[in-house]
């Protein structure tokens, strides 16, 4: 009798060991499945978001150093403008939107015409053409049939409060408004360019900006 008691408190207790060590029960198992599933979900989402973030940085980057070769190009065109090789005015017509001149932009002693232009591309961003006109015949003279159109700067961000070009006089020592009439073009001496450029419309980071004062050498007045 004693035997059988004691067997049944050793049995018991053997009961009792088992249940205090036994495993996770299936819900247990499925909420913490549940919770790294969600764990690894947030991380892929994360460095999706990164990647993303970065490719339009580079984006970005690469954009700024476009705009800055095509307004070293620009720049250099407007400033060295002069009068054409068939004897017409340094400057052919200028708005807020288009500039065209005369340079010699490829060095061979002839003075093509020149021409920047927007042209809308989207409700939200235009495209900013070079249009380049090389003389030909006898007399000298620049048909508009031979323009040579190419892209300048792609995305340019349209504004309100910014105009592609503005033109100041003789008179401007930095503080003067621009011309409000580009009618009468002999009294342009100095040309602004700005330029808002995206590559990710709507998106961030914000648009870069460039802007810079041209003076045309051989249009100045002392």
Same mark, same amino acid.
Request: without cysteine.
């Given at each position: 009798?004693?035997?059988?008691?004691?067997?049944? $408190?050793?049995?018991?207790?053997?009961?009792?060991?088992?249940?205090?060590?036994?495993?996770?029960? &299936?819900?247990?198992?499925?909420?913490?499945?549940?919770?790294?599933?969600?764990?690894?979900?947030?991380?892929?989402?994360?460095?999706?978001?990164?990647?993303?973030?970065?490719?339009?940085?580079?984006?970005? &980057?690469?954009?700024?150093?476009?705009?800055?070769?095509?307004?070293?190009?620009?720049?250099?065109?407007?400033?060295?403008?002069?009068?054409?090789?068939?004897?017409?005015?340094?400057?052919?017509?200028?708005?807020?939107?288009?500039?065209?001149?005369?340079?010699?932009?490829?060095?061979?002693?002839?003075?093509?015409?020149?021409?920047?232009? &927007?042209?809308?591309?989207?409700?939200?961003?235009?495209?900013?053409?070079?249009? /380049?006109?090389?003389?030909?015949?006898?007399?000298?003279?620049?048909?508009?049939?031979?323009?040579?159109?190419? =892209?300048?700067? $792609?995305?340019?961000?349209?504004? =309100?409060?910014?105009?592609?070009?503005?033109?100041?006089?003789?008179?401007?020592?930095?503080?003067?408004?621009?011309?409000?009439?580009?009618?009468?073009?002999?009294?342009?001496?100095?040309?602004?360019?700005? /330029?808002?450029?995206?590559? =990710?419309?709507?998106?961030?980071? $914000?648009?870069?900006?460039?802007?810079?004062?041209?003076?045309?050498?051989?249009?100045?007045?002392?």
């Amino acid at each position: 009798m004693k035997n059988r008691v004691l067997n049944t $408190k050793v049995t018991q207790g053997l009961k009792f060991e088992f249940r205090d060590h036994q495993g996770f029960s &299936l819900i247990e198992v499925v909420i913490v499945a549940a919770l790294a599933v969600g764990v690894l979900f947030v991380i892929v989402s994360l460095r999706g978001n990164v990647g993303n973030l970065e490719n339009i940085i580079t984006q970005k &980057l690469a954009s700024r150093q476009d705009i800055e070769q095509v307004f070293q190009i620009m720049t250099t065109e407007i400033r060295s403008a002069s009068q054409a090789s068939n004897g017409a005015y340094a400057i052919g017509a200028a708005t807020t939107s288009s500039f065209s001149f005369y340079s010699d932009v490829d060095g061979d002693k002839i003075y093509d015409k020149v021409r920047y232009f &927007l042209a809308t591309s989207t409700a939200v961003t235009s495209t900013v053409y070079r249009g /380049v006109i090389k003389p030909t015949g006898n007399p000298l003279q620049y048909a508009t049939s031979s323009e040579m159109v190419s =892209t300048a700067i $792609k995305n340019f961000v349209k504004s =309100t409060s910014t105009n592609f070009f503005e033109y100041y006089d003789a008179d401007y020592t930095g503080s003067e408004p621009a011309m409000t009439s580009t009618q009468d073009i002999t009294k342009i001496r100095i040309v602004k360019v700005s /330029v808002y450029a995206d590559v =990710t419309p709507g998106k961030a980071p $914000k648009p870069v900006f460039f802007s810079s004062f041209v003076s045309i050498r051989n249009l100045r007045s002392n």
